[in-house]
């Protein structure tokens, strides 16, 4: 039926009812809402000063274009706006009207409030003609289409209205609202345009393309302008376009056109060339002008394709090569396969637009284009090349933008994901979901242009997942599972961190937190500590989409993520498969950081619920052997995710186990065999093997002991079966692997712990000055009897070596043994009951049955071939194309681990020789004289090239390698130790005592967090042992001394005695070397905490194990600049940062010392160990020294300091150093050269007495290859100095040609050198080699024959006639 208009006694809910129903129908608004201007914001609208009623109650002219829609739906994302609240909310184009005027009117008078009626004062008012019938007659539908010509009844009216206008036609009046175009004089339609007036991207010749006649605008109507000469008035402008267009040339046109193309927007463009189209279309038939239209529509398809590359430049594109498009003719009636009949509704007119899509598909281009192209994808989210020709019954092919090419782009498969329809929402996300998997794994890099998961991140997948999974429909709801599941967990990952559990130190990790990106806040500059605002304030400040663009997992978290998986889990009680997502998900959440796995653990009834579900204490067995629901029955994923929990921190492992009733569950499913729990054979595998996981973790805080008790029993017969389960026919052998190294990485873990009880038994104080914890329950007497059986089993799989069906098997667990037996001897040697001789024997007989026979078995020596090749650190620059990685989301780039050489893959010594380190270094620690055994291991070709490799790598450091560094480092770490033992007391091993030397310097600032204490060791027993620098006791210094002399004979002139003693400062650093560890240990004194924490994680000491996760990835431990330390933090306490002046009247005790013993160091190490310095560029090393200077007035007047600097001085002045110093890259931690050495000057003005060593520091920037800003400094601002800087050529050492050649260019340097030795400030006696420079650019400058500027020219005339007006001095 018809709306009726509200009335006044309609209640508010009569009112909603009509406003639904008004919205359903669908009906245009009878009033529009208009925004009036806000004259107090300074908004445009209405005159300056009127401020009285009249003038408010007009409105501004409106002029309306029909179908330009108000925004252009894009996925592209905009610029960010600056509202922090539009910011936080994200919506889709496909927002429901109703639901948004829900949202947005909080009371219908919000709405009645604003209505303004349209003006109608100068509306013209008709009185209905007066007829002899007493009622109007009667309206027929058949005889209303025959009275009104098409052209009049061009929009959509009313039957009433055609009537109306068909009368008034008859009476030859024009009508009331029809377009201007109709009411235009005959002779005016007659008038052609020129063909320049065509706004078209195609410049044919007039003589091609002949135009239509334009008898009024195309794009304006003048519909809605008020006033009474509105209607003539676009008419008016029409006709100064044309009559201005008539006056211009061809060339002006094209210019004018080339010049608006460029200013307008290419969507607004596209519009005005569509309507273009329509109007040609309609006023020309295709029959009479096939030329003109065809060329009409081949424009316009060229320009909209120009657009879609333009509106979204984030679309993912391919790469391939040139070719000419081919544009498909124009559609006309003959090429329709159904024709229309003249009895249809609206199909009078044909619009070929319209019915594009009924022709026959284009053939997909034949060969390739250099142009990027839009990438589609099919369903599996395989890549479809260009040239494919898929069949159209793979579903792939659709009406999209190019309707000829299968498959779906980005754009396409994110609106379908959108759709009202739920099949086309869950087939757009799982196609997602498996491009996600494979961009994952990096299969699009070599073909695609830029990152997928970027682009896809950037454009809101996070948002649109999210949503997805808010869906009321389980299918949608689990393919958004499956894609997020994609998109945060990566399979190979987590395998590798599976396969390295069981290595030293396995179960601890890396938190996979993006690198902190320091932001500027304006906001809180310039306020008080207390009134800053904290970084949880500022967090939850941000909208969800900063934070989730720095952080995903943190993103996806404040969106509330965590209670809707729950509720999945909870209410909606998924398929297998969405259950097994969900757990992945929630594990990758947890290994995010220790914050996220306590979210994990604090979301309400999440734990309780995965617990009850999927970790029962009894189930029936399945009848399937894929069951079709997973509830109630127990799932290795649940385990590890409690496994993953536990490892973030000793608190959360202790709630799983107490509280949550882990402990129970443990003890439900070892107490039976894997083969008696009721599941599928390798499930049953997996549970056990991640329950053992989980207690292992938890026996490394030194919790569930006493379950170790209970089951013992059971463990000892587990044990006794190892060998036999490991059968190499069994086809679940990898399975019962992973459960034997699991099972071994507890027992490893309970063996520490019980080696801590008597320590804490005694009630000792720790180091720290806190109470020690309570003793576990487990004592050394529970363990002890575990050796002898897991030995014998050690020397069974050495003994299979030899079988080669057992290789793989014997060689995968041996490193896990020998773990345990370094645990056992480290913690026997600590306990009451030792007994040192019984025990040396034991050491001697596995070392003789067990250890000797291993390592020198072929197997093991091919393998430790293989060092180099499956080194992380060695092969930097790998051909690997790495999977792709996104800031916001770190990960481990594993994929493809399998095929290429790394440390993870069984081909790798790493496992088996890290083991074997870990063990010697505990034993030949008991047992000093067990160490020269060994000596053909330090002294094999492949250890000592893979030591020289690393001698020379320099490793980048990320996520995607610190988890395998750190393995890494750590055998580095124990083959110094094995060389620390074997140098003074093996000869042949002292040869390569330098390269143990330049290992552990480079090996220094690699360590990561978690390291800490190997770092502590390295200095403390190789870095300044006299043992590794070998020259300094083999005839080194006085080497050095030789060449001085040689060097002094040679050059014949005497110098300064004091730039001749290297070889005596040596000789005196080699004598400090204890004194200057000292120094370095002092200065290293703030890393003490850290030193500690992981000193007790890589000692086992357990009960004072706070976290298994690492501390977060911020970079190494030590800076790579830590020799100059003592020197630089001197300068951050005392220095003058501008230089000029005094911050403290004396030095701080022993701060000449340790700038000595700093001195001493830098200055064997650039002699001695120049590669190990390599990594700091030498305009940092200057940049570091120069705080000698800056430190204090008189620091560098001190008489060691002063032979040490000049000693350096020489050595950073050397020629081939000199190329190397570039002072235009500003250092690391300056923001330039040029400001430090600003400081430099203002110093040596201050207080350097002319001092030579200084005066030779201020003059190395000034060479003409440096920035000019600091001669510009010095003869400018400076130039007081000048007076005082008396460095002879001998003094500098640097060829006076560095700072004379190529001559000068720059004019005011040129006018400042002039001015300096016309005024005499500058001598040859007061300054020699500034003298010389000055005179030499001069000189050069006005004597050059080369053609030069007028400027440059005049600037010679003028220095030329005040030289002549000069007199001479006597």
């Known amino acids: 039926g018809m709306l009726r208009r509200p009335k006044p006694s309609d209640s508010e809910a009569d009112l909603l009812r009509e406003q639904e129903q008004f919205l359903t129908s669908g009906a245009p608004s009878a009033a529009n809402v208009v925004r009036r201007p806000d004259k107090r914001r300074g908004e445009a609208g209405g005159e300056g000063g009127d401020h009285n009623g009249e003038n408010e109650g007009r409105q501004r002219d409106v002029v309306t274009i029909e179908e330009l829609p108000d925004q252009l739906p894009s996925l592209t994302p905009a610029p960010p706006k600056k509202s922090r609240f539009k910011a936080s909310r994200v919506t889709f184009e496909a927002e429901d009207a109703e639901e948004r005027l829900d949202r947005h009117d909080t009371h219908i008078s919000a709405v009645l409030s604003r209505i303004v009626e349209r003006d109608t004062s100068s509306t013209p008012v008709s009185l209905p003609a007066f007829t002899g019938m007493a009622f109007p007659k009667v309206l027929h539908r058949s005889e209303t289409s025959s009275q009104v010509p098409l052209s009049s009844a061009g929009g959509k009216k009313s039957i009433f209205a055609c009537q109306i206008a068909a009368q008034r036609l008859k009476e030859g009046k024009t009508p009331l609202h029809c377009s201007p175009e109709a009411a235009q004089t005959p002779g005016h339609t007659e008038q052609n345009l020129p063909p320049e007036t065509s706004m078209d991207t195609d410049q044919c010749d007039a003589a091609d393309y002949q135009p239509t006649a334009v008898s009024g605008p195309r794009l304006v109507s003048g519909q809605g302008l008020e006033g009474p000469g509105s209607s003539g008035e676009t008419i008016r402008i029409h006709r100064e376009n044309q009559a201005k267009l008539q006056g211009m040339s061809k060339s002006e046109i094209l210019q004018e056109q080339k010049k608006l193309l460029s200013q307008l927007d290419p969507r607004l463009v596209e519009f005005v060339r569509s309507r273009k189209a329509q109007s040609v279309a309609s006023s020309t038939s295709p029959s009479k002008h096939p030329q003109g239209k065809s060329k009409n529509v081949s424009s316009e398809s060229d320009s909209s394709s120009a657009a879609v590359l333009f509106q979204k430049p984030q679309e993912v594109e391919m790469e391939g090569e040139e070719e000419e498009e081919e544009v498909p003719p124009a559609v006309t009636e003959e090429d329709l396969p159904v024709k229309p009949q003249k009895e249809w509704v609206h199909m009078n007119k044909l619009e070929p637009e319209k019915l594009e899509w009924m022709r026959d598909l284009p053939a997909p281009r034949r060969k390739g284009t250099k142009t990027a192209m839009q990438a589609r994808f099919d369903f599996a989210g395989t890549l479809i090349p260009p040239t494919e020709d898929l069949p159209t019954h793979l579903g792939l092919h659709h009406h999209g ?61 996070l948002f649109l997942l999210r949503f997805a999974l808010d869906d009321g429909v389980e299918g949608v709801m689990s393919a958004a599972v499956h894609a997020l599941k994609a998109l945060l967990v990566c399979a190979e990952d987590e395998e590798c961190l599976d396969c390295t559990f069981s290595w030293f130190r396995g179960l601890a990790s890396f938190p996979l937190l993006p690198s902190a990106q320091e932001e500027e806040d304006e906001d809180d500059e310039g306020l008080p500590e207390s009134m800053k605002e904290t970084a949880k304030e500022k967090e939850d400040r941000k909208s969800d989409h900063d934070v989730a663009r720095q952080d995903v997992v943190k993103g996806l978290l404040k969106m509330k993520l965590l209670p809707r998986l729950r509720y999945i889990l909870e209410v909606v009680r998924p398929s297998p498969r969405v259950v097994q997502d969900v757990l992945e998900i929630l594990t990758r959440i947890a290994r995010h950081s220790s914050s996220s796995a306590t979210q994990v653990l604090d979301c309400p009834r999440m734990m309780e619920m995965v617990l009850s579900e999927f970790l029962p204490t009894s189930w029936t067995a399945p009848s399937l052997p894929l069951p079709q629901s997973v509830y109630g029955l127990p799932l290795a994923s649940a385990m590890k995710l409690l496994r993953v929990l536990a490892t973030a921190g000793r608190h959360a492992c202790a709630r799983l186990l107490n509280s949550l009733g882990v402990r129970e569950r443990l003890f439900c499913l070892l107490s039976a065999e894997p083969s008696e729990l009721l599941l599928e054979p390798s499930e049953a595998l997996r549970i056990t093997t991640e329950a053992y996981r989980l207690w292992a973790v938890a026996a490394g805080y030194g919790q569930a002991c006493k379950l170790y008790i209970d089951l013992y029993p059971g463990l000892a017969k587990t044990l006794q079966s190892v060998h036999r389960v490991l059968d190499p026919s069994d086809p679940l052998l990898p399975l019962q692997l992973q459960l034997v190294l699991a099972l071994l990485s507890l027992l490893t873990q309970v063996t520490h712990t019980a080696g801590c009880h008597q320590e804490l038994q005694a009630g000792m104080v720790s180091s720290r000055g806190e109470e020690c914890p309570p003793p576990p329950p487990v004592s050394w007497g529970h363990v002890t009897g575990l050796q002898a059986s897991l030995l014998g089993h050690l020397k069974g799989f050495v003994k299979s070596l030899d079988n080669p069906v057992q290789k793989e098997s014997s060689l995968a667990v041996i490193p896990a ?23 040396l024997q034991e050491l001697e007989l596995l070392m003789s049955e067990v250890l000797l026979p291993l390592l020198s078995h072929h197997v093991v020596q091919g393998l430790i071939k293989n060092l180099k090749s499956s080194s992380v650190i060695c092969n930097v620059q790998s051909s690997h194309v790495g999977p792709e990685t996104n800031p916001s989301l770190p990960g481990l780039a594993c994929p493809g681990w399998r095929d290429r050489p790394g440390p993870v893959v069984p081909s790798s010594p790493f496992p088996l020789l890290t083991g074997l380190g870990l063990l010697l270094e505990t034993v030949t620690g008991i047992h000093k004289g067990l160490s020269c055994k060994f000596t053909g291991l330090l002294l094999s070709e492949p250890v000592v090239g893979y030591l020289r490799s690393c001698s020379q790598a320099t490793p980048t450091l990320s996520h995607t390698r610190a988890w395998l560094l750190r393995h890494e480092h750590h055998l580095l770490y124990l083959l110094l130790q094995l060389a620390r033992r074997l140098v003074p007391i093996e000869p042949q091993v002292a040869k390569h005592a330098s390269l143990y030397h330049q290992v552990a310097l480079v090996l220094l600032p690699w ?81 003490e905490p850290s030193v500690l924490m992981s000193r007790d994680a890589l000692l086992g000491r357990n009960q004072w194990i706070n976290s298994h996760l690492l501390p977060e990835f911020t970079g190494p431990t030590v800076t790579s600049d830590w020799p100059f330390l003592p020197l630089v933090s001197l300068y951050e306490r005392t220095g003058v940062c501008d230089g000029g002046g005094l911050a403290v009247e004396e030095l701080p005790q022993g701060a000449l010392q340790a700038v000595t013993h700093c001195l001493q160091w830098l200055l064997l190490l650039e002699v001695w160990r120049e590669e190990a310095l390599k990594v700091i560029l030498p305009a940092a090393k200057l940049a570091r020294l120069s705080c000698v200077f800056l430190c204090s007035s008189d620091l560098f007047l001190e008489r060691p300091v002063q032979k040490l600097t000049w000693g350096l001085c020489r050595l950073l002045t050397r020629q081939s150093r000199l190329d190397s110093l570039d002072l235009n890259v500003p250092p690391p931690g300056l923001a330039s050269f040029q400001g430090l050495y600003s400081a430099l000057v203002t110093q040596y003005e201050a207080v350097s007495f002319g001092d030579r060593l200084f005066g030779c520091w201020v003059l190395l920037p000034l060479q003409r290859r440096y920035n ?94 005040k030289i002549y007006y000069l007199t001479d001095e006597v």
């Open 1268 to 1361: 000019t800003t600091m001669k510009l400094a010095v003869f400018g601002e400076h130039v007081g100095m000048l007076r005082s800087l008396g460095v002879t050529l001998e003094q500098l050492s640097i060829p006076i040609e560095r700072f004379t050649s190529p001559p000068e260019d720059s004019l005011p340097l040129l006018h400042l050198y002039f001015r300096s030795l016309v005024t005499g400030a500058l001598k040859p006696r007061w300054c020699p080699i500034l003298y010389v420079v000055a005179l030499s650019h001069v000189n050069s400058f006005i004597f050059s024959q080369d053609a030069a500027a007028q400027e440059v020219e005049a600037a010679r005339h003028s220095m030329l006639r």
């Open 817 to 839: 043994y020998l773990a345990y037996l370094e645990a056992y001897y480290h913690q026997l040697s600590r306990q009451n009951c030792f007994k040192p001789v019984e025990t």
């Open 1007 to 1087: 360590l990561l967090p978690g390291s800490e204490y190997l770092a502590h060791e390295l200095l403390s027993t190789i870095i300044f042992s006299k043992d590794f620098i070998s020259e300094g006791h083999s005839g080194g210094p006085e080497a050095i001394e030789l060449g001085e002399l040689k060097l002094q004979e040679e050059t014949q002139h005497l110098t300064s005695p004091s730039l001749q003693t290297v070889g005596a400062l040596l000789r005196e650093a080699c004598v400090q070397l204890p004194s200057i560890r000292g120094c370095y240990l002092t200065h290293l004194a703030h890393l």
């Open 401 to 461: 933008e190019e309707p000829e090419r299968a498959g779906y782009s980005l754009q396409e498969l994110f609106l379908l994901s959108r759709s009202q329809v739920i099949q086309q929402r869950s087939l757009a996300l799982s196609t997602l979901a498996n491009i996600l998997s494979k961009a994952r794994a990096g299969e699009y890099l070599p073909v695609l242009k830029g990152s997928v998961v970027s682009t896809l991140l950037d454009a809101g997948l």
